[in-house]
C-alpha cells in the first residue's frame, strides 16, 4: 500500500532531550516536508526537500534539523526540544514539486514537551 | 508572502445540503492549490488538485473553483452527509512551486 508512514505516532519528553520523529515514504517521491500544526496558527512548513541531500527552510525551521540521505527517509530532528515545539507534526511527500502533484500526508505524530 | 484566510471558520447544516467553503488568498501569482479534508486526530487527505491554469475540479460530490483575479477558490460539496464532518483545508502553493500556503480551516459539521 503507498503510504506515508511517520514513527512515534505520540511521544511525550522533557526539555532538552534530543529527539528523532522519523519518514518514511514508499512511492519513490522526490519531494518531502515537515509541517506542524497548532491551534489558531495552522499548518506551518517546519523544512522540505527537494530531492535526496538537497533541503531547504520553510516558514519555521528554528529549532528543527532534517537530513535526506536516501529517497525514502526524511527524518525531523529536535537537538533540544522546549515546551513551544509541542505539536501536532505532520510529514509530507510528492512525486516532484508539490506544485504539480499531489502531496500525501502521513497520519501524525503528537509531541508533548514538558 | 501569501496570505489565505478560510470562511467561516466553523459551519453546521443539516444533511442533504448543498454547501459552500470559501477561501481567499492575497497573491494572486500562485502556482496551483489544493483541497483537503483532515478528520479529528488524523492527517490529511487530499480532495481535489486545480493547476493555476484550471478554473475548475470535480470529483464525486466535489466541485473545486479557482479565481485567480477575484483571490478566491471555492469548494461546493453537494447533498451533503454526516461523514463528510471534518476540517476543510485550502492550501496554496507559491510561483516557485517549492513553497505552501495553508489556510487555517473550515470546521464541517454536518447533521443527520
Known amino acids: 500500500e503507498a503510504q506515508v508512514t511517520q514513527n512515534p505516532r505520540y511521544l511525550i519528553t522533557v526539555t532538552g532531550k534530543k529527539l528523532t520523529v522519523t519518514c518514511s515514504q514508499n512511492m519513490n517521491h522526490e519531494y518531502m516536508s515537515w509541517y506542524r500544526q497548532d491551534p489558531g496558527l495552522g499548518l506551518r512548513q517546519i523544512y522540505y526537500s527537494m530531492n535526496v541531500e538537497v533541503t531547504d527552510k520553510g516558514d519555521v525551521p528554528e529549532g528543527y534539523k532534517v537530513s535526506r540521505k536516501e529517497k525514502r527517509n526524511f527524518p525531523l530532528i529536535l537537538e533540544s526540544p522546549s515546551p513551544n515545539q509541542t505539536s501536532l507534526y505532520f510529514c509530507?511527500?510528492?512525486?516532484?514539486?508539490?506544485?504539480?502533484?499531489?502531496?500525501?500526508f502521513g497520519p501524525g505524530t503528537r509531541l508533548t514537551v514538558l | 508572502k501569501q496570505e489565505v484566510t478560510q470562511i467561516p471558520a466553523a459551519l453546521s447544516v443539516p444533511e442533504g445540503e448543498n454547501l459552500v467553503l470559501n477561501c481567499s488568498f492575497t497573491?494572486?501569482?500562485?502556482?496551483?492549490l489544493q483541497w483537503f479534508r483532515q478528520d479529528p486526530g488524523k492527517g490529511l487527505t487530499s480532495l481535489l488538485l486545480i493547476q493555476s491554469s484550471q478554473r475548475e475540479q470535480t470529483s464525486g460530490r466535489l466541485n473545486a473553483s479557482l479565481d485567480k483575479s477575484s483571490g478566491r477558490s471555492t469548494l461546493y460539496i453537494a447533498a451533503s452527509q454526516p461523514g463528510d464532518s471534518a476540517t476543510y483545508l485550502c492550501v496554496f502553493f507559491d510561483g516557485s512551486a517549492r513553497q505552501l500556503t495553508f489556510g487555517s480551516g473550515t470546521q464541517l459539521t454536518v447533521l443527520p
Open positions: 509530507a511527500s510528492s512525486p516532484t514539486r508539490p506544485g504539480h502533484n499531489e502531496q500525501f
Open positions: 497573491d494572486s501569482a500562485i502556482y496551483n
